[in-house]
Nanobody, 115 residues
């Protein structure tokens, strides 16, 4: 069974940066896509960004230029670098992985941005 474990969340002031990490229990080279979603209180879960095994990325338009995803197959880890954080970025951030038709989710890590 695949497990995804996120870390790196926390409290940061507006304008600050955080880097989230997602470590998979096994090799991530078999995943077709990995990435991040987020869910703010009272809102639906939304896409942040994903990266395919070939390196193609899909990102929410409003986050481009501030959030960057990277993937380290050797470390079975996906990272999310978040810069110029805003209070509206406050949410639980979830790691996501897809292997063909099967999706996997982490337990989430809280990111809180204070104004």
């Amino acid at each position: 069974q695949v497990q995804l474990v996120e870390s790196g969340g926390g409290l940061v002031q507006a304008g600050g940066s955080l880097r989230l990490s997602c470590v998979a229990s096994g090799s991530i080279s078999g995943f077709n896509s990995m990435g991040w979603y987020r869910q703010a209180p009272g809102k639906q879960r939304e896409l942040v960004t994903t990266v395919t095994n070939s390196g193609n990325t899909v990102s929410a338009g409003s986050l481009k230029g501030r959030f960057t995803i990277s993937r380290d197959n050797a470390e079975n880890t996906v990272y999310l670098q978040m810069n110029s954080l805003k209070p509206e970025d406050t949410a639980v951030y979830y790691c996501y992985a897809r292997k063909w038709l099967t999706e996997y989710w982490g337990q989430g890590t809280q990111v809180t941005v204070s104004s």
